[in-house]
Each structure stands twice: as C-alpha cells, then as structure tokens.
C-alpha cells in the first residue's frame, strides 16, 4: 500500500481535475493525518498507520506562509484558481478553523480576487455552529455524503465518535443550494463483508436525502488512487452515468469524475 501524505501548512499548487490549479491548505500536521473518519478508500491511509508527530500549523503560520507563497505567485504571473483546504485529514478539526477561514478569505481578496476558496469536508462537524457558518463564507463548500445508511457510514467512512446522521443531514439542508455534496461510489469487500454503495438499496435513499437538500452540485466519483483497504474496486463509468442521470432527473447539476 501507498499512501500520499502532504506538507503542512501549503501544497501545490496542484493541477485538479474539478478546480483547476489549486494551491493547498493543509491544516493538519505535515507528518500524519488526524481526521474524524477513517476512510477505508482514503489515499492518506488508515489513521492508526500514518499519526503524526508534529502539531497542527498553528493560524499565524498559515496566515503569513499563504501570504509569502501568494506574493511569490503573483511575482511569477500564475495565480492560482482555487484555494483549497484539504490534505492530510479533516479541515475543520483544527481548533481555529473559522478564524483561518477569514484569513485565507482576506488573502484571497487582496492577491487573487477571482479565485475561490474552497473546502473539502466529511461533514461530520457542520452541527457545530461556528464550523456552519465558517463554512458558508467560502465559495465551494464540498460536504461527504456516501450514503445516508449509516450502517454502510460505520463500516465503509468509519466515524471516530459517534454519528449523528440526522442532525448533519438537517444542516446539509439549511446550506441548500451554497452545497456541493461529492459522493464516492465503489465496489469491493472489507473485514469479510461485501461493500459497494452502487446498489439500490443505496442509491434510492441518497438521491432521496440529495433532492432535499437541494445543493448547486453534485460531484459523485471513484477510486482513483491506491486505496489502504486492499479489495476495493472502482465503479464502473456505465453506473456513474446512470446514478448522474437519475441525480439530473431530480432538477439538479452533477459532474461524473471517472
């Protein structure tokens, strides 16, 4: 098993395929991932295998590195399109996560006004209101949503403490259309049980719990990097088109990342 782990605070930037060249916010430690789920598909690798030993970069650091690297940008005439907070684990886990959200805002608005600031989450602490309202203020809110089984939750994303599927779905809906929800589909099987969200029993409730919230984008997608569960395999391009199709059919944008 591979496993990517990014440095911290800054990465990039980095070609990606939905947001074009993106410059990394990277608020865990440099060493290790610290998130709230445990992913068996996660390209960073179990939590248990990659921990880190260095801290969390701290808001003063973040603020004055994204500075210095968005005047070396600008110096070089290649700005970037997204800043994005991702890396190794989950973003808003750090402690001063909303106050480095109006920083990295603040930055944007001074040196790349036109790019976006985007944040990839699992989701789990969008109940927390100052986590909700920070994230709000960027422009690409990307919230997990595998499924809404939350049997297919605990075995497949696995929560480190307890999920409160209901309360999480209720504010995905309260962001309504200022949410992209991004979905993995897969097949596969791990500790000797069967894996794979394409079924219906899976698909049908999800497009159910998507409708309600209403979001501006559905990103939906597959495996694309060496995985730390070993027996997983990509959806095929045929069930993506065709879960994309029935989210299209409900009134809503999706974008398919085979």
């Given at each position: ?224 990097r060496d995985t730390p569960a070993h027996d997983l395999q990509k959806a095929t391009h045929e069930e ?17 990342s085979y």
């Amino acid at each position: 098993m591979s496993t990517i782990i990014f440095p911290s605070p800054l990465f990039g930037p980095v070609h990606s395929r939905r947001l074009g060249i993106s410059l990394g916010i990277n608020v865990c430690p440099g060493d290790g991932k610290i998130c709230s789920f445990d992913c068996i598909y996660c390209e960073i690798g179990f939590n248990a295998d990659t921990r880190p030993h260095q801290k969390m970069p701290s808001r003063g650091l973040i603020r004055t590195m994204l500075r210095e690297k968005l005047e070396e940008m600008k110096a070089e005439g290649k700005l970037p399109d997204t800043l994005t907070f991702s890396g190794n684990g989950e973003p808003t886990g750090h402690p001063e996560f909303s106050e480095i959200v109006d920083d990295v805002l603040k930055l944007r608005d001074e040196y790349c006004p036109k790019a976006k600031v985007s944040v990839l989450t699992n989701a789990f602490l969008i109940t927390r209101q100052p986590i909700f309202d920070a994230l709000l203020k960027v422009d690409n809110a990307e919230l997990k949503l595998d499924t809404v089984d939350e049997e297919y939750i605990e075995r497949v994303d696995r929560p480190n403490a307890a999920l409160h599927l209901d309360k999480i779905l209720e504010a995905m809906e309260r962001f309504g259309n200022r949410a992209i929800i991004q979905t993995m589909f897969l097949h596969g099987s791990f500790d000797g049980k069967r894996v794979d969200n394409v079924d219906e029993k899976y698909v049908g409730p999800w497009l159910d719990a998507v409708e309600k919230i209403g979001p501006r984008l559905v990103t939906i997608y597959t495996i694309d990097r060496d995985t730390p569960a070993h027996d997983l395999q990509k959806a095929t391009h045929e069930e993506l088109d065709a879960i994309a199709e029935r989210v299209r059919a409900r009134g809503l944008t999706c974008q398919v990342s085979y």
